[in-house]
Nanobody, 119 residues
Framework: QGRLVESGGGLVQAGGSLRLSCAASGSIFRINAMAWYRQAPELQRELVAKITRGGSTNYADSVKGRFTISRENAKNTVYLQMNSLKPEETAVYYC?????????????WGQGTQVTVSS
């Protein structure tokens, strides 16, 4: 059984930066797309950034120019560099992976990491 493990969350002042990491472990061998989502209290989970296995990316409009998603396929790891953070971006950030298993697509989610941006 595979899993995703996030790290790098924490408390930062508005305008500051954080770098999130998410590593896949266990029986996860080939990952297609990877992504970061976030969920603030009483709001729906939303896509922040996504990256394909080939490196193509897309971002939520609200984070374009400030956040950068990247990945290392050999390490089954995805990163999210977040700059110029805003208080309204306080949320639990979740890692997602579309994993290929015997020709099927299986969704994996991490446990989430808290990001708190103080004003």
């Amino acid at each position: 059984q595979g899993r995703l493990v996030e790290s790098g969350g924490g408390l930062v002042q508005a305008g500051g930066s954080l770098r999130l990491s998410c590593a896949a472990s266990g029986s996860i061998f080939r990952i297609n797309a990877m992504a970061w989502y976030r969920q603030a209290p009483e709001l729906q989970r939303e896509l922040v950034a996504k990256i394909t296995r080939g490196g193509s990316t897309n971002y939520a409009d609200s984070v374009k120019g400030r956040f950068t998603i990247s990945r290392e396929n050999a390490k089954n790891t995805v990163y999210l560099q977040m700059n110029s953070l805003k208080p309204e971006e306080t949320a639990v950030y979740y890692c997602y992976a579309d994993v290929a298993v015997l020709g099927e697509h299986i969704d994996y989610w991490g446990q989430g990491t808290q990001v708190t941006v103080s004003s």
